[in-house]
């Protein structure tokens, strides 16, 4: 999040609490930096700060995640020049930095980012070992390990966790993470200073050189060829390089065919979208966190498993929408459950909609029961199509956002309360009967694609 995102928000909290409460306590804020999933924000005074705080901070924190779903938490603080008062000298100028060891500096880590919070399913599997490989620091095997894939689905997740352990493991390395960006700020930086001979000796002494997003060099082409010279100048000398981008190295446009070709010659691996079953088990761990945060809150049944069907292949966007649920049940200190779960996350919901159809439902059900549609959605009462029409209904429940009436309507004009009560007894016999939970998770998982 930048200094212009928290502008146009400003805009979209004044008006979600109006004009007077926006001037005294919203007008004042200034967003002062973000770290580690913490957006903070200077106030004038502490009291300010903790009013905003209790009323508005999580306000704050749902409007700050629309554009920043990373971020989990908002901080108000009095800046440290204000606080210290007039004492505290100004800072004098800094002793002139020693010639050598000259070191790149590294873009810090987050601390979450860490192989033990990173849940390996098949999408991602071949991304996760090839990493734990480089991880080991031992002999380079592969260089450089490519790792792409599309936004939010764990690139500089593992890129972190890879510096992390190669600290821990081989703490004398020198391991250095950074953007494709920075490396281009760092360079046309050195041009304009004229350090390029420092720029160079730097990165060349380098041992592991991680550089994240590198399409952005892509059309960039003074970064591009000095990128180049870097990358050859550590593969000749037999150094590790983890590059990672949006997409394969030939389908990056405006990057130099040699640099592509260099990029390929190491080991190429993808992270696919997520799926199914590796959706809900980023849920599953990332809740074990917020049951710490959030010891009295209450998690219904059925809850994660709803959200990982319905919540987009992003990583983030999945993340996002748990940290609000969790802020938004704790607000009102309720239970989370899929009604509250609806409402709270309606638009996210709409966005990333796999528009599940009440038709494909009943497809997929009269299929896996063998039984005709028609029967399905007819007046027959007996057992044989009644429970699949029961399980039907729960599944349009739970993956579409239709209506119980609506519902109704479409299995032979059924009223809503016949509905209610067939989800409800499949939320029973999901309990009680190992077949139906497992019928439910096969029918799932086939309409999951
Ligand atoms: P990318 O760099 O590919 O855009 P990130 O590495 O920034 O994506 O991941 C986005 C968010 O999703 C991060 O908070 C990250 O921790 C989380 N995330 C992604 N994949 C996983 C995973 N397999 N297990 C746990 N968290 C994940
Ligand atoms: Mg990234």
């Not at 821990?168 to 046309?188: K, T």
């Not at 050195?190 to 892509?218: H, P, T």
């Not at 959605?377 to 029961?390: C, L, T, W």
């Not at 109704?408 to 009223?415: I, N, Q």
């Amino acid at each position: 999040m930048k200094e212009q995102d928290w502008h146009g928000l400003k805009e979209a909290l004044l008006n979600d609490i109006g004009k007077n409460n926006f001037k005294n306590w919203i007008e004042p804020l200034d967003l002062s930096h973000v770290e580690d999933g913490v957006a903070t924000f200077s106030v004038p005074t502490s009291f300010v700060g903790n009013y905003v705080s209790q009323q508005y901070g999580d306000q704050i924190l749902f409007r700050v995640q629309s554009v920043s779903s990373d971020i989990r938490r908002v901080h108000f603080q009095v800046p440290a020049s204000t606080a210290a008062s007039r004492a505290a000298p100004k800072p004098v100028a800094r002793p002139a930095a020693p010639e050598r060891p000259a070191q790149v500096p590294t873009a810090p880590l987050d601390r979450r980012f860490t192989f033990d919070t990173f849940v390996v399913g098949k999408p991602n599997e071949l991304a996760h070992a090839a990493a734990k490989r480089v991880a080991e620091g031992g002999p380079v095997t592969f260089n450089p390990l490519f790792l792409y894939g599309g936004v939010g689905l764990g690139k500089t997740h593992l890129m972190h966790a890879i510096a992390w352990e190669l600290q821990q493991r081989r703490p004398e390395l020198n391991v250095v993470y950074l953007s494709a960006e920075q490396f281009m700020y760092r360079f046309v930086q050195a041009l304009r200073e004229r350090k390029m001979m420092d720029f160079k000796s730097m990165f060349r002494s380098v041992d592991v050189l991680m550089v994240d997003d590198v399409q952005f060099i892509a059309g960039k082409d003074s970064t591009q060829e000095e990128f180049f010279h870097t990358f050859n100048a550590l593969v000749d000398q037999n150094k590790q390089i983890i590059i990672s981008a949006d997409r394969a190295p030939d389908a990056i446009e405006n990057l130099e065919e040699r640099i592509k070709s260099r990029m390929q010659c190491g080991l190429v691996v993808d992270l696919h979208p997520t799926n199914y079953e590796l959706r809900l088990g980023i849920l599953q761990s990332k809740v074990e966190f917020y049951r710490e945060q959030y010891p009295d809150l209450e998690l219904a049944d059925g809850v994660l498993e709803f959200l990982a069907h319905r919540i987009s292949k992003n990583v983030r966007v999945l993340e996002g929408a748990l940290t609000r649920l969790f802020a938004f049940a704790s607000l009102i200190g309720q239970e989370i459950n899929l009604e509250m779960t609806q409402d709270c996350l309606a638009d996210v919901l709409r966005a990333s909609d796999r528009q599940v159809s009440v038709e494909e439902i009943q497809r997929q059900v009269s299929d896996h029961y063998n039984i005709r549609l028609s029967d399905l959605v007819g007046p027959k009462r007996v057992r044989v199509y009644a429970r699949p029409r029961q399980v039907a209904m729960y599944l349009c429940k739970q993956l579409t956002s239709r209506s119980l009436p609506e519902i109704g309507r479409r299995f032979g004009k059924r009223d809503h309360t016949t509905v209610m009560h067939g989800v409800r007894r499949i939320e029973e016999l999901r309990q009680s009967d190992a077949q139906i939970a497992e019928d439910i998770d096969l029918l799932r998982r086939a309409l999951d694609g």
